[in-house]
Structures are given as structure tokens and as C-alpha cells.
């Protein structure tokens, strides 16, 4: 089960990958997640689901009310709750506190140096990289429940052997669970290519261990059949144009990797 409470794409980094497109950057923290409001949703989910992963237009940490949200859903359905975040906004207390009701929290890792961060996550110019860093390993530390790593490569910019080290070094101090190697499967926000998988997972296994875990491939198995659910999906990431009978009204049609997806 997937809450989007955002209006519109707000985040603190413009990855080129980006699937949502762009969007406003900003690190102003705004009420957005309404708890009784999310609870009267879920009341009305009909059909199965084992979690419930915040994973919004951007990232969730922006949101003020999201650890309350968290806290309201996993006490209404009894189900585990993700976060899916960039984890740049760790480093503030506040935020962190966020996190923390959360059963499994993802971090995004895909860099290991600055110049590298700038060029891949494009971040906001008030953000530090070596004070997001720092502000990952604490909370790492400090986390009670489990960590996941995610790194997106991507040809050109995080796919070099010494990058990958770099990056390595870095999610082999976090300790996840599982670190998993991703590349953009979905219609990216520019033009970038799927970086080297293969020396990526030889890398990571040789600093961080036999916990690494590739996503290369496009799964659909769990989209819904009902067009407007679809849209609404849509607007998180794109949905294959093939599972529409007509593209929705306000969504446009992109071809990535010779398919097209529908983005609304």
C-alpha cells in the first residue's frame, strides 16, 4: 500500500534519473499528511497488503506530520510501515525523529564524494554532503529497527570502479540489511543510460558482503487493472501505456528503453 500525500513533486534533491520528472527543490519542511484523513483511506482499502510504504512526489521527509502519520497507520492496519527517502535531511534532530517510528527505513546512497553528489542527486545549495553523510551514520547507529541501501547507477557518473569504492565504503559503515544495486528502469528526468550492474555488484560484494541485491528488470505483476487507480500511480511513476485503454486526461505519453509510459 502506497501513501502519496503530496500535492505536487517537493524535494530536496533534482536527480537527472528522476522518475516523477521535475519538480520544486526546496528544504522547507511544510504539514502535509493528515492523519485522521489517511485513516479514513485505509478504512476504505478493500483489498490485501503486508505494508504500508510512504513513497510520495519527492521526499517524504519534507513532510512535518509524516512520523505522526506513520505512527497512525501502523496502529490502525497492525501492518509494518516503509520509508523510501533520500535520507539528505537525517543530519537535523527533527527530522530524525520522523524516521524513527518506521519499521524498515531505505536510504539513497549514489555517492561517495562530493563532486559526485552534486552531479547525481543535484541537491539543494543549503545541503552539505559531508554533513548528509554524517547525518546517515548516525542515524544508522541510532536506528532500532531495519536499514535498507538503495544506489542508482547510472552510466557516466557513479558507474567508475574507484566511484563505486567510494560509495561501498560508505553503506558497508550503515550496516543494512540489504543494499540494493538499482538502474533507471523508468523514463528518467534527462537522458542518462543504466550504469556497469555487473562491476557494481563485484565491487559492493567485496567491501560490503553477500547482502547485495541487483534491481534491473521492470516489474508490473502488482499493478491494479483499474484505470484510475493506474493514474494515480502515475503520478508517483510512470505506468506502461499498454495497461490503458486511452491515456488519462493531463498525463503525457514518454518512450524510454523502446517503451512507452504514461506520466501524469
Not at 12 to 20: D, H, I, K, V
Request: hydrophobic residues 35%.
Amino acid at each position: 500500500m502506497g501513501v502519496n500525500q503530496f500535492p505536487e513533486k517537493m524535494c530536496t534533491y533534482a536527480c537527472p534519473y528522476c522518475q516523477l520528472g521535475p519538480g520544486r527543490v526546496t528544504v522547507e519542511r511544510v504539514k502535509l499528511c493528515d492523519p485522521k484523513k489517511l485513516l479514513e483511506e485505509l478504512k476504505g482499502v478493500k483489498g490485501h497488503y503486508d505494508v504500508i510504504t510512504f513513497v510520495p512526489e519527492g521526499e517524504p521527509l519534507l513532510d512535518l506530520r509524516l512520523g505522526e502519520c506513520s505512527k497512525a497507520a501502523k496502529e490502525f492496519s497492525g501492518k509494518k510501515t516503509v520509508l523510501l527517502t533520500n535520507a539528505s535531511l537525517l543530519y537535523d534532530p527533527e527530522v530524525a525523529e520522523n524516521a524513527y517510528p518506521f519499521d524498515v527505513v531505505s536510504i539513497k546512497v549514489d555517492a561517495g564524494n562530493e563532486r559526485t553528489w552534486k552531479r547525481i542527486n543535484a541537491p539543494h545549495e543549503a545541503l552539505n554532503f559531508d554533513e548528509v553523510i554524517e547525518g546517515i551514520l548516525k542515524f544508522s547507529k541510532t536506528f532500532e529497527h531495519e536499514i535498507v541501501t538503495e544506489t542508482m547507477v547510472v552510466k557516466g557518473y557513479n558507474d567508475s570502479k574507484e566511484e563505486l569504492r567510494e560509495i561501498a565504503e560508505i553503506i558497508k559503515e550503515i550496516r543494512p540489511k540489504v543494499a540494493f544495486v538499482m538502474v533507471p528502469t523508468r523514463p528518467p528526468t534527462i537522458p542518462v543510460e543504466p550504469g556497469d550492474v555487473e562491476l557494481a555488484l563485484k565491487v559492493f560484494k567485496e567491501i560490503i558482503g553477500e547482502n547485495v541485491v541487483p534491481v534491473t528488470q521492470r516489474s508490473f505483476a502488482s499493478y491494479p487493472r483499474d484505470e484510475k487507480s493506474l493514474a494515480e500511480i502515475a503520478k508517483v511513476h510512470p505506468v506502461p501505456k499498454r495497461l490503458f485503454s486511452e491515456v488519462p486526461k493531463g498525463c503525457s505519453v514518454i518512450t524510454y528503453m523502446g517503451e512507452e509510459f504514461v506520466r501524469c
